[in-house]
């Protein structure tokens, strides 16, 4: 079989579906009004964070619609999510109700299906991680659809009360690791994000030093609402501000998220709407692929 690589196309529908998966489902509630509160502690508000994360079996987001632009393209699509824990995660996309492609992320597999060029790949998280330029598996996706991946940072041979301060503002408890942080390494998916506007980061060994890392938790069920990641030293910004909140069973998501990603060479913003949402079983996330498409092989 002869050996070719995605085409720019099919490239960019993955990238859309990957950011896609990466941060639609982070979970938060409606802003309160402003109260006098006291700081918690450190280790207090981590652990009613991880108490209260959103715990799944099932999860289906049936209708999501995303902008995305960049400094060279804009470009708007519509798709749907499908996860069961520990078995699969399937993202489908579509443009004026035309499918586009599929992705299914498995424990140990990643395969796209493009059915505009009738192609697809199968492949390991390997190929998924270098073509990002981010350290990717199942584990960690999963991790964000359950609202725990920002902070789910490692801070090596560090304590979290050595890292964090926590504060109160507009009625929102704050964690951050400004002023705390000189020589501290860390690991996780704040650099993994970071490492894919600066190739040049090595990951696992960049030290912290400049960077500032904010969240914002609501008062009320310390579900994040906001994310801010400041990166002086390389000029790196990350902003994730999550709004008009639905509610589902006992919990509630947000039903818009903007990001906007900021570096000397590029600024990222992305809209995304998102409504259908259930807890339902689902039967399986299986993933069809004609007879008839051609497989592309990386090197």
Known sequence: ?????????????????????????????????????????VEKL??????????YSDLTIKRIQVQFSNSSTKNSFRASIKAVKNDGILASISKMNIPLGRVLLTPDSVTYVNYIDKNFLADDYSFLSNYFNLSLDFETI?????????????????????????????????????????????????NRLRSSFHPGVIENQEKSQGMVRKMYFNRRNYSLERLLIDDSLNRWKLEVDFNDFVKIEKKEYPGSIDIKMTSPEEVVDMKIKLNGFSTDKIESVDLNIPGSYRQIQRY
């Open 142 to 190: 999963q991790a964000i659809l359950s609202n725990n991946v920002f902070l789910n940072q490692i801070h090596v041979g560090n304590s979290p009360e050595s890292i964090y301060d926590t504060s109160v503002e507009n009625g929102r408890y704050v964690l951050q690791t400004a002023g705390k942080q000189n020589g501290v390494k860390t690991k996780g998916i704040f």
């Open 46 to 55: 981590l652990n009613l964070v991880e108490y209260n994360a959103f715990e």
């Open 1 to 41: 079989m002869k050996k070719t690589i995605p085409g720019s196309r099919q490239k960019f529908n993955l990238l859309l579906l990957f950011i896609l998966v990466v941060f639609t489902s982070c979970k938060t509630t409606r802003e309160l009004p402003v109260e006098s509160l006291k700081p918690l502690p």
